[in-house]
């Protein structure tokens, strides 16, 4: 084999924004769904888990945790071998782990190893496809990409659908051994989805311009520059925050229902109506971020979702009955399904196309410790109150101060950096146009014209989204 090239989008591509990108779409789609729904769909096998290891629901819930601290704490790693390798080769890898480790967990003998094997190797499996993923999404698709962003969001919800069910299905017919195994044969269709994942081809140099390009200095495999971005220090201090309160209600909502006196399955419904919800709410939402008037103001838009989240995690405090329950989880699904659109096109649109690949890698590691302490924080809170009421509060309060850091973090920055340009380009073309003022009419007009082309052209270059006073947090 040769050297590997990296597909570290190179700037003189044009996002297509179609094309070929529609499959990359449906590949992140189906990446996403299982990155997210897989953790909380092997759930469905703890039960017997238990009978066969004699064990407790603690020592079995401890999977699910590893699979999501895997997919969340290995994202720098992720972040190096994409900028090393490529999408593709990373996750054409990553889906034989995710196989692998379902398929040799059907052959345990204690819960242990189970932990190593559907933990951590079908965690890593995870991870490396859910990122490189995005960053392909990312690449892909330009002025689209909020719609874009959300139709591949949406594949949580509706893999966590299906998931539940058909674990139920292969837990009666086959036992957890057989679920396993199937399961594992499932998940090698994450490499079909890495073929998916063709990299953008740069346009073709003459001779005079290929020897500059082959002095071109070598990618980092792990930016850390993007340290010195306020905006992108802002929101993984934001994102964080949120993170600790963000999953802390779907998980206690089926417990809090059964201690209201109802039935199991009447509980476990609840989920399936926030799942509902949360469907439809990830495409809608990406396509009013779309909108010309909201996309420069996506992030204020991210912080409304938040705060739309927190507050109704604070009504649903209130709840005292199977009624009070659902209108939480229907308003709690569009306020979810709005925050999962757009937690990573706001990040793109802060950081950029370049510097992507590393900047969601560090956030995810950011936010891995976060959902370590997270729910299991809520859980001690309920073990020493009794009381669930001050479970949602408590992660209320998290998500709307998240989204308050995150708002007022932006308008400060907008505030310091008006006074001055934000990108070189901006400083040359203001440059251009005090200059055409001492010029002649003649003069003014050509110089008018090469501006107008110039920013008629830069926006369109590699995908990358032009820097305003909106997006410079």
């Given at each position: 084999?040769?050297?590997?090239v990296a597909d570290d989008g190179p700037s003189g591509v044009k996002a297509p924004d179609g094309g070929w990108g529609w499959a990359v779409l449906f590949g992140c789609f189906i990446i996403t769904g299982f990155s997210?729904?897989?953790?909380?769909?092997?759930?469905?096998?703890?039960?017997?888990?238990?009978?066969?290891?004699?064990i407790g629901y603690s020592d079995t819930a401890w999977i699910s945790s590893i699979l999501l601290a895997m997919l969340y704490g290995t994202g720098p790693l992720c972040s190096v071998c994409?900028?090393?390798?490529?999408?593709?080769?990373?996750?054409?890898?990553?889906?034989?782990?995710?196989s692998m480790g379902m398929v040799i967990a059907s052959f345990c003998t204690s819960i242990v190893?189970?932990?190593?094997?559907?933990?951590?190797?079908?965690?890593?499996?995870?991870?490396?496809?859910?990122?490189?993923?995005?960053?392909?999404?990312?690449?892909?698709?330009?002025?689209?990409?909020?719609?874009?962003?959300?139709?591949?969001?949406?594949?949580?919800?509706?893999?966590?659908?299906?998931?539940?069910p058909l674990g139920q299905i292969l837990q009666h017919e086959y036992g957890w051994r057989g679920g396993f195994l199937i399961l594992g044969g499932m998940l090698l269709n994450c490499c079909v989805c890495g073929a998916l994942m063709r990299p953008l081809e740069p346009p073709k140099m003459s001779e005079a311009n290929k020897e500059p390009a082959e002095k071109k200095v070598k990618k980092k495999l792990l930016d850390f520059s993007v340290f010195k971005d306020g905006g992108f220090i802002i929101y993984t201090l934001a994102a964080s925050i949120m993170v600790l309160g963000l999953f802390v209600p779907p998980v206690f909502v089926v417990s809090y229902a059964k201690?209201?006196?109802?039935?199991?399955?009447?509980?476990?419904?609840?989920?399936?109506?926030?799942?509902?919800?949360d469907i439809f709410a990830r495409p809608i939402c990406g396509m009013v971020a779309g909108l010309k008037?909201?996309?420069?103001?996506?992030?204020?838009?991210?912080?409304?979702?938040?705060?739309?989240?927190g507050f109704t995690d604070l009504m649903g405090s209130m709840s005292i009955d199977y009624g009070g329950l659902v209108v939480f989880c229907i308003f709690f699904g569009i306020s979810y399904g709005m925050v999962g659109a757009l937690q990573f096109e706001v990040l793109m649109?802060?950081?950029?196309?370049?510097?992507?690949?590393?900047?969601?890698?560090?956030?995810?590691?950011?936010?891995?410790?976060?959902?370590?302490?997270?729910?299991?924080?809520?859980?001690?809170?309920?073990?020493?109150?009794?009381?669930?009421?001050?479970?949602?509060?408590?992660?209320?309060?998290?998500?709307?101060?998240?989204?308050?850091?995150?708002?007022?973090?932006?308008?400060?920055?907008?505030?310091?950096?008006?006074?001055?340009?934000?990108?070189?380009?901006e400083a040359a073309e203001r440059e251009e146009l005090n200059k055409s003022e001492d010029k002649t009419p003649e003069d003014a007009k050509v110089d008018s014209i090469e501006v107008e082309q110039f920013l008629k052209d830069e926006p369109e270059k590699n995908g990358e989204v032009v820097t305003n006073p909106e997006t410079c947090v």
């Open positions: 084999m040769g050297a590997v997210y729904a897989f953790p909380k769909a092997v759930s469905v096998f703890f039960k017997e888990l238990i009978r066969e290891f004699g994409v900028n090393r390798f490529g999408c593709r080769p990373v996750m054409l890898v990553g889906g034989l782990f995710a190893q189970i932990y190593l094997t559907a933990g951590v190797i079908t965690g890593l499996g995870l991870a490396l496809n859910f990122q490189p993923s995005l960053i392909m999404l990312n690449r892909y698709f330009d002025k689209r990409r909020p719609l874009a962003n959300g139709l591949s969001a949406a594949g949580s919800p509706v893999f966590l659908c299906a998931l539940s201690d209201l006196g109802y039935q199991d399955t009447k509980a476990a419904f609840l989920l399936t109506i926030l799942g509902f919800i008037w909201v996309r420069p103001r996506c992030v204020y838009l991210f912080s409304f979702a938040m705060i739309f989240n649109a802060i950081v950029g196309t370049q510097k992507f690949s590393s900047a969601i890698g560090l956030v995810l590691l950011a936010e891995a410790m976060a959902v370590l302490i997270g729910p299991p924080s809520a859980g001690k809170l309920l073990d020493a109150t009794g009381r669930y009421m001050f479970v949602f509060i408590i992660a209320g309060i998290e998500v709307t101060t998240s989204a308050l850091v995150l708002a007022l973090g932006n308008f400060f920055c907008i505030k310091k950096k008006s006074e001055e340009p934000h990108t070189k380009e």
